[in-house]
């Protein structure tokens, strides 16, 4: 008896571990590829933490009113891996910023890269919006 028990748990482990986690959203369900956004503004935060990083940017309006965007980017590993640290991106440094809007048209943003000032670009591996800008051609 006790061994039936065993092997009927056992498979049902085995089953449940090819089932998929539904717990992680797509990046579109929060975000809109029918809304590619490049926003010029001036880095104010950085938070490289699982399981998304922010980069927070001031953008000045036409009016001179500034408003604050978040900017979501990958897990840190990725961003590492992209050459994205800390280091690399000093408060205060002006970037411009690819990436889709969201749903709500609250100021956030599905990162798919920044470009310095001095020209070089970083992709912010947000896997999902950088597939959909390149089968779009949004990231020119």
Same mark, same amino acid.
């Given at each position: 008896?006790?061994?039936r028990?065993?092997?009927?748990?056992?498979?049902?482990?085995?089953?449940?571990?090819?089932v998929?986690?539904?717990?992680?959203?797509?990046?579109?369900?929060?975000?809109?590829?029918?809304k590619?956004l490049?926003?010029? #503004?001036?880095?104010?935060?950085?938070? !490289? /933490?699982?399981?998304?990083?922010?980069?927070?940017? *001031?953008? %000045?309006s036409?009016?001179?009113?500034?408003?604050?965007?978040?900017?979501?980017?990958?897990?840190?590993?990725?961003?590492?891996?992209?050459?994205?640290?800390?280091?690399?991106?000093?408060?205060?440094?002006?970037?411009?910023v690819?990436?889709? #809007?969201?749903?709500?048209?609250?100021? !956030? /943003?599905?990162?798919?890269?920044?470009?310095?000032? *001095?020209? %070089?670009?970083?992709?912010?591996?947000?896997?999902?919006?950088?597939?959909?800008?390149?089968?779009?051609?949004?990231?020119?």
């Amino acid at each position: 008896m006790q061994a039936r028990t065993i092997t009927v748990l056992v498979g049902v482990m085995v089953t449940l571990s090819g089932v998929p986690m539904g717990a992680h959203h797509s990046w579109n369900t929060v975000f809109s590829e029918d809304k590619p956004l490049v926003l010029r #503004g001036t880095l104010a935060k950085v938070e !490289l /933490v699982n399981p998304h990083s922010w980069f927070w940017i *001031d953008v %000045k309006s036409p009016d001179g009113t500034v408003a604050k965007w978040g900017i979501e980017g990958g897990p840190p590993n990725g961003l590492i891996r992209n050459g994205i640290t800390k280091d690399t991106l000093p408060v205060g440094e002006e970037l411009v910023v690819r990436g889709y #809007g969201s749903r709500d048209g609250s100021n !956030l /943003v599905a990162g798919v890269k920044y470009e310095r000032a *001095d020209g %070089k670009e970083f992709f912010l591996a947000n896997d999902g919006a950088e597939a959909t800008a390149k089968a779009l051609g949004n990231l020119k």
